[in-house]
């Protein structure tokens, strides 16, 4: 089964040839491989690139493992591209495998060399375009175009979005929902036919492959139990409002363990370095301000969260939540939590400053979109309760409720659109413009 993830075949063709390194980041397993080696490697045969002309390593096989050393892997680089009257397209998968070694030329033992050095000397010359992979626990895009200093372009990779899940799965497509839902979009899990296979699976990479990957790169092997209870809570409580010092309140009070909030804060940005976890923080729409905290936290794959819980919680309307998320990103948009306040009056007159929460603010440019996410709207009180932050914003955005129910999309008498989840996430249409 070939996966067409169009969504970035589309972003690297727009950055061929561009004179930067290409670098695809994204949590590990969600296709970032495949993109470059089977589906851009097919787009370049394609407009006429000869096998010559395109070099690709795969630097996690054994038989490359000479070219972990950047020195070796550099000169083996240069001797393939070294026909000046040839362009050549340059893919290098799991470069973290690359080690940092010692400068040969220099006594200075902090004098290292590594895999930056390597792609910043191939990305000066003329006849080369570059591309790399990694696993996120090295290949963070905050560390690795930070040393680029401008010369490097990311393309971010998410797990499959609901759209191409439902093209791709091959079976009854009345369960694609409930299938998505429940076991996200990580591109294995659609050749899975069991529950027991899925679930294996998800649990495996949460434990063997993101967890340690955390603990090993961020040198905290000692408090595994609490980072495991810690992704434990954030689960439980995905898209609800949160902040490091309640977080660190729930471990002394239901775990019983002494957690401050400087250190739960950073092993949560752990989690969002390794492209696991993803924060959305409040904003006041009409005071125009960042609210520091609470904030609220959703994975990058529902599947993923469902499993670290044992598939005990699906509380729809949560997932539901952290789908939209995911897709508003996928789509390009900047994303934040609304809060619309006002001023009303208690039954002695007193007055009360009232904060109703808009699920979403997605911005984008120029483009608005205010996005409420509800199992359901079947009566008229709460059909009011989902709108009413909606109905004091106060400006010409568009305003959508997406339900969980098939229904006509249908505007009403305030111009607020209503439509059911998969037309919202299958049709793009819906946030564009």
Known sequence: MIIERRHY????????????????TGIRRCGKSFLLF???????HSVGIADENIIGLALDEAANARYRNPLELDAYIRDKVSDKSRRFY??????????????????????????????????????????????????LSSDILTEFRGRGDEIHV??????EFHDAFDGD???????YLTYGGMPYVLYLKSHEDKS????????????????????????????????????????SLTNPTKLSNTFRSVRHVQVNANTISRYLDCFIDAF???????????????????????FSDVGLRNARLNFRQQEENHIMENIIYNELISRGFDVDVGVVEY?????????????????????KGDIRYYIQSALCVDDEAKRMQETNSLNRVGDSFKKIVVVKDDIIPWYDEKGILFIGIQEFLLDEKTTEG
């Open 343 to 363: 001023n009303t009056q208690d039954e002695a007159g007193k007055k009360i400053r009232t904060q109703l929460e808009i699920d979403f603010v997605a911005n």
């Open 90 to 139: 340059v893919l290098l998968d799991e470069i973290q495998f690359v080690k940092d070694i010692q400068n040969p030329y220099l006594d200075d033992k902090d004098a290292k060399i590594g895999f930056i050095d390597v792609l910043l000397g191939l990305m000066k010359l003329k006849n080369v375009d570059l591309y790399v992979t990694g696993s996120n626990s090295h290949m």
């Open 38 to 44: 089977v589906l851009y490697h097919s787009y370049l």
């Open 173 to 179: 497509k009345r369960f694609t929902w409930r299938e």
């Open 158 to 163: 998410q797990p499959l979005s609901y759209r």
């Open 200 to 239: 294996k699976y998800l649990k495996d990479l949460f434990e063997n492959v993101y967890l340690k990957d955390v603990l090993e790169r961020n040198r905290i092997l000692n408090d595994r139990s609490i980072l495991e209870d810690l992704l434990n809570i954030i689960s439980s409580s995905v898209g």
């Open 276 to 298: 696991i976890l993803s924060k959305a923080c409040r904003y006041d729409i009409k005071g125009k301000k960042y609210i520091e905290t609470p904030l609220k936290y959703y």
């Open 9 to 24: 075949l589309d972003k690297l063709i727009a950055k061929k040839d561009n004179g930067m390194v290409k670098v695809i």
